[in-house]
């Protein structure tokens, strides 16, 4: 489930542009042969795991999301923006989704897996320390959401729901590295962070000209790498040596995710393309690729 959730990051990221037939084959060339190698490095008792101060990762912060994130990053790069997403000047346009409540429900349903995602990951089953890991998971949630609300209302005037709900999830990715080491105090800092980072790394996503249609840059990559350094600034596991040992961890996988995605992608994007052709992305990929309407008689750029 991990592995696949390293694959469904990248897809919110290059949506509504990028051929199925290469995704489904990045997948699994990175789900298939990267991750379990890179996952390895940790959860395998790999070299990070042998360190004088281990590398601590407890559900996925860096193995899960940055992995995800950094591959997102670089997919949206080879692949470009969305038509009509930025104007001439260069100027991010926003493109509206087609339906938030069922945004939002998604969220929630994200926010109770989550649970499981964290919980679970007490393998021990210890009721104790499952407790203390489902508190501190719903603690960063809801502090990532309402800081993420609140930061987003003070620079925008606007209280922008999707921020709220991608603050939710950088605080959930925020607290996932070390959600079982956490005090609940802890576990709200951590969240509030995550949740104004948010809001800084989606505009800042925008200004460097990439194209994120869910943010996935800036929750799972950016608050990943925030949840994992933070192991070394909060809770039981706190200082200098683990700081810097988990600063090793982010650098060593942006050393082998970012290289591995590029060369899958662009030796794709030089054969047999990634991206839809401009016909099919105006009229829709779930019809030209699906032979079906998603949204019958909802599509605004329907003649």
């Known amino acids: 489930m991990f592995a696949a959730t390293a694959a469904t990051i990248v897809s919110g990221a290059v949506a509504e542009r990028i051929k199925i037939g290469p995704f489904m084959m990045f997948t699994v060339i990175y789900v298939g042969l990267i991750y379990p190698i890179a996952g390895s490095w940790k959860w395998g008792g790999g070299f990070l795991d042998m360190r004088e101060t281990p590398f601590y990762d407890f559900a996925g912060s860096t193995l899960v999301h940055s992995v995800g994130g950094?591959?997102?990053?670089?997919?949206?790069?080879?692949?470009?923006?969305?038509?009509?997403?930025?104007?001439?000047?260069?100027?991010?346009?926003?493109?509206?989704?087609?339906?938030?409540?069922?945004?939002?429900?998604?969220?929630?349903?994200?926010?109770?897996?989550?649970?499981?995602?964290?919980?679970?990951?007490?393998?021990?089953?210890?009721?104790?320390?499952?407790?203390?890991?489902?508190?501190?998971?719903?603690?960063?949630?809801?502090?990532?959401?309402?800081?993420?609300?609140?930061?987003?209302?003070?620079?925008?005037?606007?209280?922008?729901?999707?921020?709220?709900?991608?603050?939710?999830?950088?605080?959930?990715?925020?607290?996932?590295?070390?959600?079982?080491?956490?005090?609940?105090?802890?576990?709200?800092?951590?969240?509030?962070?995550?949740?104004?980072?948010?809001?800084?790394?989606?505009?800042?996503?925008?200004?460097?000209?990439?194209?994120d249609p869910v943010g996935a840059i800036a929750v799972h990559l950016v608050c990943g790498i925030w949840g994992t350094l933070a192991v070394g600034l909060f809770g039981a596991l706190a200082g200098v040596d683990q700081f810097i040992s988990q600063l090793v961890g982010v650098l060593s996988y942006a050393a082998i995710c970012i290289p591995s995605a590029f060369l899958i992608f662009f030796i794709m994007k030089k054969t047999v393309g990634i991206r839809v052709s401009e016909k099919e992305e105006l009229e829709g990929l779930d019809a030209h690729e699906h032979g079906m309407d998603a949204y019958a008689d909802f599509r605004m750029n329907e003649h």
């Open 70 to 211: 950094w591959a997102a990053l670089v997919a949206v790069w080879l692949l470009g923006a969305r038509i009509g997403k930025f104007d001439k000047q260069g100027k991010p346009q926003a493109i509206p989704g087609h339906n938030i409540p069922l945004a939002t429900a998604g969220v929630l349903i994200l926010w109770l897996g989550w649970f499981g995602f964290n919980g679970g990951s007490v393998l021990s089953a210890d009721p104790e320390l499952t407790s203390l890991t489902l508190v501190t998971t719903c603690l960063a949630a809801a502090a990532g959401g309402v800081v993420s609300a609140f930061v987003s209302f003070l620079r925008y005037k606007n209280l922008d729901l999707t921020m709220f709900l991608n603050g939710i999830l950088g605080g959930l990715v925020g607290i996932t590295a070390g959600a079982d080491q956490m005090t609940p105090e802890d576990a709200i800092i951590i969240g509030a962070v995550a949740g104004a980072l948010i809001v800084f790394a989606v505009s800042f996503v925008d200004r460097i000209k990439l194209d």
